[in-house]
């Protein structure tokens, strides 16, 4: 089949609408250039009648956080019966939900980090373990309401029972892993190099680090050993294939070697909907492999169907 006419899904109505036109933006014009017709859709409550009026070839899915990358706006492609890129239904919903993705990961040989899950309104006022930990929403992505909880806090964060925060009502509790950040995304059935993010005057890769110009230095391939780096690389096919996940798909790790080169390797999390402007971290990646923006999302658009 010939598609000619793509619809691109960008901005929507979650924490991360900013990222998500940015990611747009970026694939609507690499897509013009390649000589598809595009059709821009900044997502609102009547996304499915405007693509119902529409009826493109196929929609690349540019959204980011809930309703763009939790299995909803997948269901409705589904209804529509109009292919799209990325995850499916469940893939794009497990992998959404932190714990229940942590649960499969494991069931697949895959090294995860010890945590728990706590409802935000009964949040201990003792440390729910022993320190230090993080506490992350569980149904969020690019770091939104992240805490990190250091070895000489006294009491849990605040914040995380307060009116204040808008991340919904269960939070993941997780053992802090020291180390450096790895991550490697997986193109189809291939995983692509392995990168390592070295934010640039943060803690920890936390939104500003990810998106603020100057946040974070990408080295692609990470400076690790090969048997390290073929390790990731292993461990992110594993978990693109336990989760379901179809297209592209970016997993996040911890390598902690500080005391010997093996070290200590942690699973984080799956993202089905990696950031997609042109020095995102997956179209980096893609670039190692010899894939320029545009034919990186070409093979995106061919590869596009339903029942994902």
Not at 89 to 98: G, Q
Request: hydrophobic residues 40%; aromatic residues 8%; negative net charge.
């Amino acid at each position: 089949m010939s598609r000619k006419h793509v619809a691109v899904l960008m901005g929507g109505f979650s924490s991360e609408r900013p990222v998500s036109l940015s990611s747009g933006k970026a694939c609507a014009e690499a897509l013009e250039a390649e000589g598809f017709e595009v059709t821009r859709i900044d997502v609102a409550r009547d996304v499915s009648e405007k693509l119902a009026a529409l009826k493109p070839d196929v929609v690349f899915n540019a959204l980011h956080g809930p309703f763009g990358e939790d299995g909803t706006i997948q269901g409705i492609l589904e209804y529509l019966e109009i292919p799209y890129t990325h995850s499916g239904v469940l893939a794009s919903a497990l992998a959404m939900d932190k714990a229940k993705a942590k649960r499969v990961a494991a069931a697949a040989g895959i090294p995860v980090a010890e945590s728990q899950v706590v409802n935000r309104f009964a949040f201990p006022s003792t440390h729910p373990m022993k320190p230090p930990y993080v506490v992350k929403p569980l149904r969020e992505g690019s770091s939104f309401g992240v805490v990190i909880v250091t070895e000489d806090q006294a009491h849990p964060p605040q914040i995380v029972s307060s009116p204040e925060w808008r991340y919904g009502e269960e939070v993941i509790v997780e053992r802090y892993v020291y180390g450096r950040e790895l991550t490697c995304g997986v193109m189809g059935e291939t995983a692509l190099g392995v990168t390592e993010v070295v934010p640039q005057g943060h803690n920890f890769y936390d939104y500003d680090s990810k998106y603020a110009a100057g946040g974070s230095k990408h080295v692609i391939p990470a400076k690790i050993s090969p048997n390290i780096y073929q390790k990731i690389q292993t461990l992110s096919l594993r978990a693109h294939q336990a989760i379901g996940c179809r297209g592209v798909s970016r997993s996040d790790f911890r390598y902690d070697d500080r005391f010997s080169e093996d070290g200590e390797i942690i699973w984080l999390e799956v993202n089905t909907q990696p950031g997609m402007t042109p020095t995102s971290l997956v179209p980096e990646m893609a670039g190692h492999a010899g894939y320029s923006f545009g034919q990186f999302l070409r093979w995106m658009v061919e590869d596009a169907s339903c029942l994902r």
